[in-house]
């Protein structure tokens, strides 16, 4: 918004050149999205415990440390969700189609989890929406915005997928390919974030690490000047999520300041599915969907633990893990959830600078 309006406006007054540099501009929504959830956050958190009683049901079968979580309210991904938008809005270009393409997949799979947290909250029952149905909608969703992500990219670029370490490959996937494969990306990466959060700030800090990655991938493939020079497919306007990016963040520090254990309040559905569907949006528009699994392989490794376990169990009646996803098997082993949050964390980090890495490997 203040782009649109206070840019055209540079040549009476030159310090409105400013909001032409991305780089300003999202440092700018950073900080709108990380001040405003300082200022909001509590009010908010009063209102959803006034709203929810008792707060998220805590399963039974879980492990026994989070009965005394009970009472904390949850839908704080309500906080990420109008933060983000709100410094979006501020400073992005409203005129770029990407920016409303992953802003549109973010608050449809985020109501997609509000309605699976409401009736949590209101049925008193964990199990919520029946994933059927959860997955059947995020499916469409995420099929409707890839769609709208191959008409706003450049012909050549197209319903293709780009390799990562080569330099000028193109994968041809034809447009059901595409759309299945873009499909896949996004509701991969909601469900991962989704399954990761299941301990105070251990999905989020990894979000953050990932989003800062993209962020950075966004600025560089919306680039020519960079594309050229890291030997990558160059994607125009593309480098106008970074504001979008620069806001996630500045969300996901000022939710962590309310989630840090021992949580306040709770991300939920709401907040999981929907910054898992933003990254997978991201990572599709800039042609670095495998690169996300990546920088997001903790979520991968979350996912693949539930998945193993499942098949181990359903084919020899053997469970592989104690408990998954895999941060509960940690817990069945006596450590610390501070202790399992920060070492997940860390290989977060670790992860996250080895698909940065990628850029240059070529």
Same mark, same amino acid.
């Given at each position: ?13 030159? #310090? ?40 998220? #049901? ?52 985020? !109501? ?37 992500? !191959? ?12 390799? #990562? ?96 254990? #021992? ?90 600078? !080895? ?8």
């Amino acid at each position: 918004m203040f782009y649109n309006f206070l840019y055209p406006m540079a040549d009476l007054f030159g #310090p409105l050149n400013l909001f032409r540099y991305l780089t300003f501009r999202s440092i700018a929504a950073f900080l709108t999205a990380l001040v405003l959830s300082f200022l909001i956050g509590g009010g908010l958190i009063r209102w959803l415990r006034s709203k929810q009683g008792k707060g998220q #049901p805590i399963r039974d079968d879980g492990p026994q440390s989070h009965l005394s979580k009970k009472g904390t309210p949850t839908m704080g991904g309500l906080l990420i969700l109008i933060t983000t938008t709100v410094a979006t809005l501020l400073w992005a270009d409203l005129t770029n189609r990407y920016v409303w393409i992953v802003l549109g997949i973010t608050l449809a799979f985020g !109501a997609v989890g509000f309605w699976d947290d409401f009736l949590k909250v209101t049925k008193k029952n964990p199990k919520g929406v029946p994933g059927k149905i959860k997955l059947v909608l995020s499916i469409l969703c995420a099929a409707v915005a890839t769609w709208f992500i !191959a008409v706003a990219s450049p012909p050549s670029l197209r319903f293709t997928l780009a390799v #990562p370490f080569l330099k000028d490959a193109l994968v041809p996937l034809g447009v059901i390919g595409f759309l299945a494969f873009g499909t896949l990306v996004m509701v991969g990466a909601s469900n991962a974030v989704n399954l990761t959060d299941g301990l105070d700030g251990l999905a989020i800090g990894p979000v953050i690490m990932a989003s800062a990655v993209f962020g950075f991938i966004a600025y560089v493939v919306g680039n020519s000047i960079l594309t050229n020079y890291l030997y990558l497919h160059h994607v125009p306007r593309a480098g106008e999520l970074a504001v979008f990016m620069a806001a996630l963040i500045g969300a996901g520090l000022g939710f962590l300041w309310f989630n840090a254990p #021992p949580a306040m309040v709770f991300m939920g559905d709401t907040g999981s599915l929907a910054i898992g569907g933003a990254l997978g949006a991201v990572a599709v528009v800039t042609k670095h969907e495998i690169v996300l699994a990546i920088v997001g392989g903790l979520f991968v490794l979350e996912t693949v633990s539930v998945i193993v376990q499942v098949l181990s169990y359903k084919w020899t009646g053997r469970r592989v893990f104690r408990m998954a996803p895999l941060h509960h098997h940690f817990e069945q082993k006596g450590w610390a959830e501070p202790t399992i949050v920060f070492r997940f964390w860390i290989i977060a980090a670790i992860l996250a600078m !080895a698909g940065l890495a990628t850029l240059k490997l070529r």
